[in-house]
């Protein structure tokens, strides 16, 4: 073997050693000596690499409970970290692929998350109430820069749903979808079946944070009186006992 061959299997073996040493480098051990103030983490055990902790928090309002991790060694070869994850957050199972990079790039794949409606509101951008029912969503791919959405798409099933409040009403099975369309924007799609109320359209989420709500909401022929007046308080009536939402404003954070 020549000299360069040498050098480059020495090379290897100390990158090996390198990686086996911090993929066994305890993950309490690591949290205390970088001691990040963002982050707070209780009941942590096994290694950088694979490992788990009873709660995460972040320093925001919801924390991460049940964490367990399992990352991909190779992908500091691409200037990322990332891989396996299953969490316990406000009251729903989380689980999935999760990559992120510098500049605040997150990238998330395969995420399936299920749970109740009575929690999940904790996490909505909206300020809903009370809501009932089971989510199950499956996210295929995700994109963000900071609190940016890129690219997202998935689906959401939500059974039995329900709202408490601002106001009450059954909506059976609501089902929905989000695809990206031209120029960075994305489109939810939204329809239920089953309830009260029978509901159609979405909302269309533009790349700098515009965005548009447009839903018709139909008393099912079953549903009792007060249902419409119910809707009337918070949509526009459109003719054949419909209702119509129609509204338009910026998030924040864009």
């Given at each position: 073997?020549?000299?360069r061959?040498w050098?480059?299997?020495?090379?290897?073996?100390?990158?090996?050693?390198?990686?086996?040493?911090?993929?066994t480098?305890?993950?309490?051990?690591?949290l205390?000596l970088?001691?990040p103030p963002?982050?707070?983490?209780?009941?942590?055990?096994?290694?950088?690499?694979?490992g788990s902790?009873?709660?995460?928090?972040f320093?925001?309002p919801?924390?991460?409970?049940?964490?367990?991790?399992?990352?991909?060694?190779?992908?500091?070869?691409?200037?990322?970290?990332?891989?396996?994850?299953?969490?316990h957050?406000?009251?729903?199972?989380?689980t999935?692929?999760f990559?992120?990079?510098p500049?605040g790039h997150?990238a998330?794949s395969?995420?399936?998350?299920?749970g109740?409606?009575?929690?999940?509101?904790?996490?909505?951008?909206?300020p809903?109430l009370?809501?009932?029912?089971?989510?199950?969503?499956?996210?295929?791919?995700?994109?963000?820069?900071?609190?940016r959405?890129?690219?997202?798409?998935g689906?959401?099933?939500?059974?039995?749903?329900?709202?408490?409040?601002?106001?009450?009403v059954?909506l059976?099975?609501v089902?929905?979808?989000?695809t990206?369309?031209?120029d960075?924007?994305?489109?939810?799609e939204?329809?239920?079946s089953?309830g009260?109320v029978?509901?159609?359209?979405?909302i269309?989420?533009?790349?700098?944070g515009r965005?548009r709500?447009d839903?018709?909401l139909?008393?099912a022929r079953?549903?009792?009186?007060?249902?419409?007046?119910?809707l009337?308080?918070v949509?526009?009536?459109?003719g054949?006992?419909?209702f119509?939402?129609?509204?338009?404003?910026?998030l924040?954070?864009?």
């Amino acid at each position: 073997m020549t000299r360069r061959g040498w050098i480059g299997l020495g090379a290897f073996g100390v990158l090996v050693y390198l990686v086996a040493l911090v993929a066994t480098f305890p993950a309490a051990r690591a949290l205390a000596l970088g001691d990040p103030p963002q982050i707070r983490a209780d009941g942590v055990s096994g290694s950088v690499w694979a490992g788990s902790a009873q709660r995460v928090a972040f320093g925001g309002p919801v924390p991460l409970d049940d964490l367990t991790w399992d990352l991909a060694a190779w992908r500091l070869l691409t200037g990322r970290i990332g891989g396996d994850a299953d969490f316990h957050v406000a009251g729903a199972h989380v689980t999935g692929t999760f990559v992120a990079s510098p500049g605040g790039h997150l990238a998330a794949s395969g995420v399936t998350l299920k749970g109740p409606m009575a929690s999940l509101v904790e996490l909505a951008p909206v300020p809903i109430l009370a809501a009932e029912g089971e989510m199950l969503a499956h996210v295929d791919e995700a994109i963000f820069d900071g609190r940016r959405p890129r690219r997202l798409q998935g689906q959401f099933q939500w059974e039995n749903a329900a709202l408490v409040a601002p106001v009450q009403v059954a909506l059976g099975t609501v089902r929905g979808q989000v695809t990206p369309v031209d120029d960075g924007a994305h489109s939810f799609e939204i329809e239920s079946s089953g309830g009260q109320v029978v509901i159609e359209g979405g909302i269309r989420l533009l790349a700098d944070g515009r965005y548009r709500v447009d839903l018709r909401l139909t008393p099912a022929r079953d549903a009792p009186p007060r249902i419409a007046d119910t809707l009337g308080m918070v949509a526009q009536r459109a003719g054949n006992g419909a209702f119509v939402i129609r509204r338009s404003g910026q998030l924040t954070g864009f």
